[in-house]
């Protein structure tokens, strides 16, 4: 699959996520997609490479009743309808609520959804 491809796929199921979650009550603002391609962004913590920078990552804020969800847990239900999707799709959608770091300690980033591509998750 081309990055073009990958990310065209991507942003498919990026809309579904959201239309997923606006079903279920609750509203969804963008945060980061989509940044600069050529070097690390001062104003980021994302690195050259990353799937956000490939167009292939994105955070999504939830909101419930007005009040940011800032718990990786209260994502859990839109992580699983992500990975879910992937399976329909046969694209291998990962979902922030499972990082894993090298030393094998969990950090959960709940409200990132990505496509891996090409060894990168």
């Known amino acids: 699959m081309t990055l073009r491809e990958a990310r065209c796929a991507y942003s498919v199921c990026v809309a579904e996520l959201i239309l997923y979650a606006v079903s279920q009550g609750y509203e969804v603002a963008l945060d980061e997609g989509t940044e600069r391609l050529t070097e690390k962004d001062p104003t980021s913590d994302h690195m050259k490479g990353s799937l956000h920078h490939?167009?292939?990552?994105?955070?999504?804020?939830?909101?419930?009743?007005?009040?940011?969800?800032?718990?990786?847990?209260?994502?859990?239900?839109?992580?699983?309808?992500?990975?879910?999707?992937?399976?329909?799709?046969?694209?291998?959608?990962?979902?922030?609520?499972?990082?894993?770091?090298?030393?094998?300690?969990?950090?959960?980033?709940?409200?990132?959804?990505?496509?891996?591509?090409?060894?990168?998750?």
């Open 54 to 121: 490939l167009g292939l990552a994105q955070d999504l804020l939830l909101y419930l009743k007005g009040v940011y969800l800032r718990d990786s847990a209260q994502y859990l239900f839109l992580g699983l309808f992500w990975k879910e999707l992937g399976v329909k799709k046969g694209l291998n959608l990962t979902w922030g609520g499972d990082f894993v770091r090298s030393d094998g300690k969990t950090t959960p980033d709940g409200n990132h959804f990505s496509l891996s591509w090409n060894g990168l998750k």
